[in-house]
């Protein structure tokens, strides 16, 4: 087997010749040297993560080793990106993932979300789509990728084990079903102010830069609709379009009450695992009653901590070092590859430049003006932090707004929105990341399905802003 395929070694060239011509083409008049080496690094990381001409894990050590040798960024800076309390987060959320299937939990509660939901593979669908957007109105997106990703997983397995789908449609639903969890975990938030970072930087915003503060109900109001019409496009997009399965063969399966009895009661360890799981669900969407303030990142390392703590029946704990053989080590290392890029570009300055280049806006219709900002910020947030990318646009749009004689909140709330929606790669979402990790997708289903829905983002984003936000926003 060759080691490089014709696509792969085309991407081993392309990457360093972008970097170069990057570097090279954009004047010193234009960019400092420091924020060109950023964009060109980020420029040759992302050709590597695409062609994966390396594996992608060692492609995401890249930043590591070109920002400081080249003078983009100091070591310390690009370096602590990889232990970035996400990224702790994720090893949390990862190992109580592993206890799950370790006692084998995942397939009781895939087994009851098949019974309530229905067996039809566009419901299966549908319902994974619908929970976990409903979860993600209320709390992070990461959070709600990694509670939904093991249920996903093990409803995957069912149909996978039953022989319920083979082949090219079994194939087709499994990566439609990872892709609803990665992709509602994102819209979902849409529609509340607490369900993104983005959003309540909008409210913050509107309050300190215009004295006008935006309600939660308000919000609800014009972000549910977005996000209700979005997770429709998703649906129809993912299971009409994309991934199109046939139905289950004209019959349903007949495993799931069979099975269930088959499992029998839980386990102690089950019920310990599920427990664990329960509490730190919970801690994630109520935290805002404690009397002390805890962040996401301790919360999964804590249930993550309990199940090395806890014994079980066995002459074991529910969880033992050797387990943690099948964690994702790599995709962390792609997560914190993703970060250190979006350290350089907040370090340099890179996003002001970015910034200065969408003031060409200036002077055109506010329709025009909106589609455009729109579209630069979605595609924008797929390289970069969506917290950063809100806080550096999000003001620079009250400005915009005067100069084009419009009342800002709908270029606010668009650049809030799109901060929000970046469906391409692995590292632009940590929903998408945590998918990622399932060895299912490649990351040419990721980009092709993502680019699609980034361009249905921008005819959804811009609709409700321009119909709809100034009926909430009176």
């Not at 084990?161 to 979902?188: C, M, N, P, R, T």
Request: proline share 5%; hydrophobic share 55%; net charge neutral.
């Amino acid at each position: 087997m060759k080691v490089y395929t014709k696509t792969k070694l085309t991407g081993l060239w392309l990457g360093p010749i972008g970097f170069l011509l990057i570097f090279g083409l954009i004047p010193e008049a234009e960019l400092a040297h420091a924020p060109r080496v950023v964009l060109a690094v980020t420029a040759w990381t992302a050709v590597w993560w695409i062609t994966e001409a390396v594996p992608i894990p060692a492609a995401s050590l890249l930043p590591v080793i070109l920002l400081p040798t080249l003078g983009g960024l100091d070591v310390d800076t690009a370096a602590k990106a990889y232990g970035d309390p996400i990224v702790f987060m994720y090893m949390g959320g990862f190992i109580i993932a592993i206890a799950i299937e370790k006692w084998n939990l995942h397939q009781r509660m895939a087994l009851h979300i098949l019974k309530r939901i229905g067996t039809e593979s566009h419901r299966i669908v549908l319902g994974v789509m619908v929970a976990t957007a409903f979860l993600s109105m209320w709390i992070s997106n990461a959070a709600t990728a990694l509670m939904m990703l093991p249920v996903a997983l093990a409803v995957i397995k069912e149909v996978r084990e039953k022989g319920i789908l083979k082949g090219d449609s079994l194939q087709k639903f499994s990566k439609s079903v990872l892709l609803s969890v990665a992709y509602a975990a994102s819209i979902g938030g849409l529609a509340t102010l607490v369900g993104s970072v983005p959003n309540a930087v909008f409210a913050a915003m509107s309050k300190q830069m215009l004295n006008r503060e935006i309600m939660f109900f308000e919000w609800f109001l014009f972000g549910f609709p977005v996000t209700v019409l979005f997770l429709i496009i998703l649906y129809l997009y993912l299971t009409k379009v994309q991934f199109k399965v046939s139905r289950f063969e004209g019959k349903k399966p007949d495993f799931i009450d069979h099975d269930l009895h088959a499992l029998g009661p839980m386990t102690r360890e089950e019920k310990t695992v599920f427990a664990v799981f329960l509490m730190t669900a919970l801690l994630w969407m109520f935290k805002f009653l404690l009397p002390f303030d805890i962040s996401d990142t301790s919360i999964a390392i804590l249930g993550a901590l309990l199940l090395f703590l806890i014994p079980g029946t066995k002459d074991e704990r529910i969880l033992e070092w050797k387990d943690m053989q099948s964690l994702p080590w790599g995709k962390l290392l792609l997560f914190g590859g993703g970060l250190s890029l979006a350290a350089g570009f907040s370090e340099t300055d890179v996003t002001g430049w970015i910034a200065g280049k969408l003031k060409l806006l200036e002077g055109h219709p506010y329709l025009f003006v909106l589609i455009v900002l729109t579209g630069a910020i979605l595609f924008m947030t797929e390289i970069m932090s969506n917290t950063a990318v809100a806080n550096m646009v999000i003001p620079m749009t009250v400005g915009l707004g005067a100069a084009i004689h419009v009342e800002p909140y709908g270029l606010m709330a668009a650049a809030a929105l799109a901060s929000s929606c970046a469906f391409m790669l692995p590292i632009s979402t940590p929903p998408n990341a945590a998918v990622f990790s399932a060895n299912v997708l490649s990351m040419k289903d990721m980009i092709k399905a993502g680019f699609w829905l980034n361009a249905a983002g921008i005819l959804i984003i811009v609709t409700g802003v321009y119909f709809l936000l100034p009926a909430v926003l009176q």
